[in-house]
Structures are given as C-alpha cells and as structure tokens.
C-alpha cells in the first residue's frame, strides 16, 4: 500500500490552516487533563490522536502489566498526532510515525462539535489491528477511520471511531516461569482491556456512550476479540457490549506455554548478558531499548511467533474448552472469514504429495501424527476443482506450486474456517450471533502511478490470491481511495459498511435497505450470509456445510495446536 492515501495523519498536515479559519480546534476534558484536537473540514469531524491510556512501558513499566497514567495537567495537550506504534518489524506505518516503548495510545474519530454536557451519546466501535500479534499499528491507512464515521453520519446512525496501540511480539506476549511467576502474563490483552477502562472513564466527556462499546479487529484483532470475549472467563466487568471478528479465532493462534516460551526467554536474557543475576526479568528492564530491540526480533525464528497464553488467569484454560463451557461474552457477535483465506499462508511451491506432508507435519499441524496428516489429504484431495481459490475450476496457478489449491484449502480451513464454524456453533445458542463470509476479490491500485485518489489506476488482486485475507477491510471502512473505483464495489460497501454500523446501535444488522441477514442458528447447519457484488450474483444466504467433513476433522484436532 502506498503511505501516500488520503487519510487522517496527512489531513493534518494538508488542512491544519484551513481547519483553523474554518472552526476552532476541538478541545476535551478527560480525568487527567484536557486535550486539543484537530477540526477537519473535508469530513466536518474531530479527531484526537495518540492519546495515552497507560504509562510509558519502557524502563520499569517493560514487561509489566499496563501502568495506570499518573499525572494530571492545566492547560491543553495536542492530540493531532499518532503516537509511535509499539515495537516491531519495521513496516511503512511505524516508519511514519515512529516507534517506541511509550506507545499505549488511543485515537478518537467523532462527528464534529459533540456537546460534552449532551445527553445524546454515540456508540463507540473501538478497531482493534492485526498483524499476526507481531506487528501493526492504528496509525497504518488502511485503519482509517473518518470514511467510517462520515458513512454513520450520512446515514443517520452517528457513531465514534476509535483504535489502540497495544504490545505486540515479544512485548507484549513473551512467556516463561519468571514472567508467569511474578503476574505479567498476557500483556496485550490487558492492553486492550486497559484501553477499553480509559474509554469508560473518558469517553462520556467525547459524547460517546460507555454502555454501547463494540470491540472489532480483524486478523489479530480477531483473535484478540475473541479473546477478549473469553478473558477471565468471560468476564467483562462492562468494558465492551458487542463484538465483531474479521478473520480469526482465538483457537486460530497457539497457545503455547513455558515449554516453547522458556528457550526464547533464556536466549534473550543471555544475549544482553542478564543471565548472571538473581532476577533475570528485573534486569531485562534495565537494559538500554536499542540493545534489547534487534533480540525481541530475531528470537523467534524458526516458529510461530508470540501470541497470549493460557496463563490460568486473563486465559483460565484453553480457548476451545472455554468455548465449550459458554465461559464467554455473552453478547452480540458478526464473524466472518473471506472465502480464500488460505492464499496467504499456504507457501509456494508445493508440488507433490510428499512435501505436502511434510509441510503439514511440520509447518501448521505442530505436532498432528502421521495418520492425522493422511487423514487430512484423503479429505483435501489433488483436485484443482476443490481447492483455494474457490470457483477457478481447473486452473492450477502452477507458478505458485502444483498442489498451491490443495494446501490453501488445508491452510485456510486450519486456520480460520474450521475455528469461525465452531466458534459459531458456540456462540449461537447463547447470543445473537450474525455470520457471513466475504466473497469479492479486492483491487489494488497500480504503484507504479502511486495513485492516491481511487481513479482508474489499479487492477483487481492477483487471481491465485483470489479473495484473499483483508479483502474485506476497505469495504467495511468505506474508504473510496481503497475499495477501487467500480461502482459495484462502491455499492457493496454501501451495503457492508452500514451493516457493522447498525450493529454497533442495536446488535443487529439488519436494518432498511440492507440485506436480510438471519441469525446463524436460524438453519440446521448454520447460516452464513455470502457479500459479493450485484455483478457476481449479489448477496445472499447459504448453509455453512462447504469443506464440512475437513473442517469438522480439523476442529477435533485443534488441541493438538495447543488452543
């Protein structure tokens, strides 16, 4: 993606002059002080940026439970900034607005001009990134908010945009006896959880409404969503009030605990020479950022990176079991997946049966038996007609590997699909639950022209992608600069977009002028609302039964994946 689009950090920039002879610049009192904001004209909203809702993690705050913020000031602070992204693989977002230990922030995106003192409040849906739980950051411009609440306006359904900075990778997840001993398990999450207490404290004095929070991701924002749902076994205490999940489970990551975490915390301790002392935990903290930072890197390969743990107290037990026993939210829910998830993480090149198998074995089962593995290759045969991406019948992308579909499949329904069925059957005879599966092969402009104002320059995605992870997310944000310049995709998010909105008013998606969308467990074998383009046949309802028998054999499988 071209960091040039047209959104919220570059508004800034361009329309600060304007925004000041055009209205003053929003100012809002939270329980520490007051901040000012920026006034956008282009979309007559306010917006604030990269406010904290914790300490700085770095020094003694580094792996610790997220800090409460300590101070109070007079006068007004700027929020017209992302703050930096928490550490990570450098990607373009962090190299746009930096990246650092002092990074749990918040960003609020609101129709201008909301009274404080008014008792009209707004629901609040509080976008929660992905990246693998490795990296990301609310600053990137996909997670653009304004076209989102612009959208709420214009069809009569205001609501406040939100997103969060959280620790990722080995800051925010890393594991071992002497973090499980001292308490400072699962940092992420209890980011997110704290973010979400700063939004009932403040939120109210923003013109949000703190009894209608819906916590929405996708990817790992999914998994994390899901997760929250679970923490503490289901428990709330009224942070949040409904849920959406784009592409992800919490059974999608693994669990692991101290048994695959331990090596990677020794290593890291020996490299920065904190082996030698009592607390090896208190002495990470005192070790300079730049030292430590190339470790928390490079310490994980090969494997599959840092994700929550089953900590026994945000996590009380495996997510499946948790499922099981209804130890959930229970609370309205969307959840979907795109229809070819698996494009992304199947690898090139798979050819034959053999590195099949061996991919399978080694690469995603994490430790599957053998007979598993063949179990798995009878249900996911070598026909091109069955295979990711869906409905390009015999046409193999050979140049991707001769089994690519087959592994995509497999991949896809490891990872998201079989976890999004069970998940549902979970959650439906509990909640209202709403699922859909995403349908549209995404555009992407031409870099080559470094177009930044959705015209013609672009083309749909690569065909053995197909609808691919993410295809869904412009259409969801309604951003023009992202969704392509077609007028059916224009018109399918004219119809996705206002779904999510209605849901974060009345926990339903239904609504005029939008599709009929039943409750999952309206059907026998559940119901999945299919999103495609009038072109493509249009929206409608199907069974969730495609790949049944592989899904349902995975599902039974996914413990041995630790979750």
């Not at 699922?435 to 080559?448: C, G, K, L």
């Amino acid at each position: 993606m071209a960091p040039l689009r047209v959104i919220v950090s570059l508004l800034v920039a361009t329309l600060g002059r304007v925004a000041a002879l055009a209205r003053a610049d929003p100012v809002v009192s939270v329980k520490n002080g007051s901040y000012e904001g920026l006034y956008l004209p282009a979309f007559d909203q306010d917006i604030f940026l990269g406010m904290p809702y914790a300490q700085n993690t770095a020094g003694a705050n580094r792996f610790r439970i997220p800090q409460s913020l300590d101070e109070t000031w007079k006068g007004t602070r700027e929020a017209k900034a992302y703050s930096p992204a928490c550490p990570d693989y450098v990607i373009p977002a962090e190299e746009l607005h930096g990246m650092g230990e002092d990074c749990l922030s918040i960003n609020i995106v609101r129709p201008a001009g909301l009274p404080e003192n008014s008792t009209a409040r707004l629901p609040v849906m509080l976008w929660i990134h992905g990246g693998g739980y490795q990296y990301g950051s609310s600053g990137q411009s996909q997670y653009n908010l304004t076209y989102l609440v612009q959208k709420s306006v214009d069809i009569g359904l205001p609501i406040i945009g939100a997103s969060i900075n959280y620790r990722k990778g080995a800051w925010g997840n890393m594991y071992s006896i002497e973090i499980q001993g001292s308490g400072n398990t699962n940092l992420a999450l209890r980011d997110m959880r704290k973010a979400l207490a700063w939004v009932q404290e403040n939120i109210e004095n923003f013109g949000g409404n703190s009894s209608s929070v819906t916590i929405w991701g996708q990817s790992a924002g999914s998994f994390a969503v899901g997760q929250l749902l679970m923490s503490y076994g289901g428990k709330t205490d009224g942070l949040f009030h409904r849920s959406i999940q784009e592409s992800g489970s919490a059974t999608t990551a693994w669990c692991n605990g101290t048994e695959w975490y331990q090596p990677l915390y020794d290593k890291i301790v020996d490299q920065v020479n904190c082996s030698s002392v009592p607390d090896t935990l208190e002495c990470l903290r005192t070790v300079d950022y730049e030292v430590l930072y190339p470790f928390m890197n490079s310490s994980i390969t090969p494997g599959p990176g840092y994700y929550p743990t089953v900590d026994g107290d945000v996590l009380p037990n495996y997510p499946s079991e948790l499922l099981r026993a209804g130890r959930f939210a229970h609370i309205p829910h969307i959840y979907g997946t795109v229809s070819d998830e698996g494009t992304d993480n199947a690898p090139p090149g798979i050819d034959t049966d053999e590195e099949l198998r061996t991919f399978l074995l080694q690469g995603v089962g994490f430790d599957f038996p053998a007979a598993t593995v063949d179990h798995i290759m009878e249900l996911y045969p070598d026909d091109p007609a069955q295979g990711v991406p869906i409905n390009t019948g015999s046409e193999r992308f050979a140049d991707q590997g001769w089994q690519f579909k087959r592994a995509a499949a497999i991949v896809g329904d490891i990872f998201y699909h079989a976890p999004r069925r069970f998940d549902a059957q979970q959650y439906a005879p509990r909640s209202p639950t709403y699922i859909y599966r995403f349908n549209t092969r995404p555009w992407e402009e031409d870099t080559a022209t470094n177009s930044t104002t959705g015209g013609e320059e672009g083309e749909l995605a690569p065909a053995y992608k197909g609808v691919e992870h993410f295809s869904e997310v412009a259409f969801v944000f309604a951003n023009p600069t992202t969704i392509g310049p077609w007028p059916a995709y224009r018109a399918l998010s004219d119809r996705v977009s206002p779904a999510w909105i209605r849901f974060a008013h009345t926990g339903d998606p239904n609504g005029p002028g939008l599709p009929a969308w039943p409750r999952y467990g309206d059907g026998e074998n559940g119901l999945n609302l299919v999103l495609q383009t009038e072109p493509q046949g249009g929206i409608y309802v199907e069974e969730d039964t495609y790949r049944l028998a592989g899904r349902e054999y995975l599902t039974k499988w996914a413990r041995r994946r630790h979750v």
